[in-house]
Structure formats: C-alpha cells, structure tokens
C-alpha cells in the first residue's frame, strides 16, 4: 500500500464544466502522476510534478492543468470539461530510493455527458 | 520516442494451462526499466515486476516469471498451472529518464488474460 487515495472516486458531469481531482499520498513521496486510461488505449500521461510548484507536461497534456502547492496533494483540473475526456484517470507516486517503480491511486472514474 | 507493444489484445485459458503474455518494446536508450502490471476487474493497478536493462536474469516468483531478453526486445510474462484469480488484464511498461530526475513510463495497450474455469 503506497498511501495514495484520489477523490473524488466516481464522477459525473456536464460539458464546459470545470472538474479538479485530487490525489492525496501520505508517504512524502517527491514525483507524482496524472494519467489516463481509455479502451484501446494502455494508460497515458497527463502531467507530472518532481516537487511543489514544479510540474511538466506529458503526452495528452491538452485540456488539463495541474498543481502542487504542499507535498502531499497533486490536483488535475478540467477547466472545461468536454465528453473526450470521459476517462478514468489514475494517481501515481515514484517509489522511494533508487526506485524506479510507480505505485497507483485507485483511480477515479469521470464521466462527461 | 519508446514504445510498447502488446500484439495479444485477448487471452483465453483454460483452468490449470500455461500462458505467456508477449511484450515487445522500442527505446533509443541504454538505460531503461520495464515492468509488468495486473489490472484485476475491481480496476486497481498492481505492481507485479521491474526489470532494469542491465539485469537480463530471468526470475520466477511463485507460478509466476519472466524472460528479459535485449537481443529481440522483448520482456515477457509467463503464468504457469493459470487460476481463475488470474483474470486481469495486464500491462507491460517502459521507463525512460525525461529530465528533473523524473522517469516516464509508456505503457502498452493490455492484454485481457481471461482463465475459464
């Protein structure tokens, strides 16, 4: 167990609406992930933060913002959201010393009518 | 740019009955890790191995191993006497450094690995 939760779990809402999901981890973990995963599509990277305030796009960054104000919370926000990013989207944290791993959140699942 | 390719989409075993899982991969680099996921049908994400480039030893963890092998690319995932427990699908991943002492990880699509009963 890697300490990592996201809220909100399951999400539904309207076009053009803003969303932020939260990803939460106890363990003090320095880098953190956004991805989302889609039929046909594996998991794909959003964002990606190697400490506060400091962040870097990944591959399917278009539509999404992200933050880091404390070591502890990563935020993705949807500022308008569209029915492409239907998705469920997952949390990570690199493991800790020469660790290379990433460990998941849960996943929170969205759904944009 | 690396890339990861899963050429099963769908799996189906029978209960008892050995089964590999391919995983093919592509990368400029000399060093990089790969590694194996299981997505259960509850949705989470489970680390199952990681593999530097510079460890082609195979490795057997119970019912389950691995053949590394950087002469064809490939790194695949073999389930010995399958179990209905082993229904997932699975994801095979390559690790590259990206700068900021990050590594990014490109997963492949999945393969669905279903064990009939």
């Known amino acids: 167990d890697a300490g990592i939760t996201q809220s909100p779990r399951h999400k539904v809402t309207e076009t053009g609406t803003p969303v932020t999901l939260r990803c939460h981890q106890t363990e003090n973990h320095r880098y953190m992930y956004w991805y989302r995963q889609d039929p046909g599509h594996g998991l794909r990277l959003i964002h990606y933060?190697?400490?506060?305030?400091?962040?870097d796009k990944g591959e399917v960054s278009d539509g999404y913002s992200v933050s880091r104000s404390k070591t502890e919370d990563f935020l993705l926000t949807l500022e308008s959201a569209t029915s492409s990013q239907t998705s469920v989207y997952f949390c990570?944290?690199?493991?800790?010393?020469?660790?290379?791993?990433?460990?998941f959140g849960p996943g929170t699942r969205l759904l944009v009518l | 740019a690396q890339k990861v390719t899963q050429a099963q989409t769908e799996i189906s075993v029978v209960e008892k009955e050995d089964v590999t899982l391919d995983c093919v991969y592509e990368?400029?680099?000399?060093?990089?890790?790969l590694f194996w996921y299981k997505q259960p049908p509850s949705g989470e994400l489970v680390f199952l191995i990681r593999r530097n480039s510079f460890d082609e030893q195979n490795e057997i963890s119970g019912r389950y191993s691995w053949n590394f092998q950087k002469s064809t690319s490939s790194f695949n995932f073999t389930i010995t006497a399958s179990q209905v427990v082993d229904s997932a699908v699975y994801f095979c991943a390559l690790s590259e450094y990206s700068g900021a002492g990050s590594y990014q990880l490109t997963f492949g699509k999945g393969t669905k690995l279903s064990v009939i009963p």
């Open positions: 990368t400029r680099d000399t060093t990089y890790y």
């Open positions: 933060s190697y400490g506060v305030k400091d962040t």
């Open positions: 990570a944290i690199r493991g800790g010393g020469s660790q290379e791993t990433q460990y």
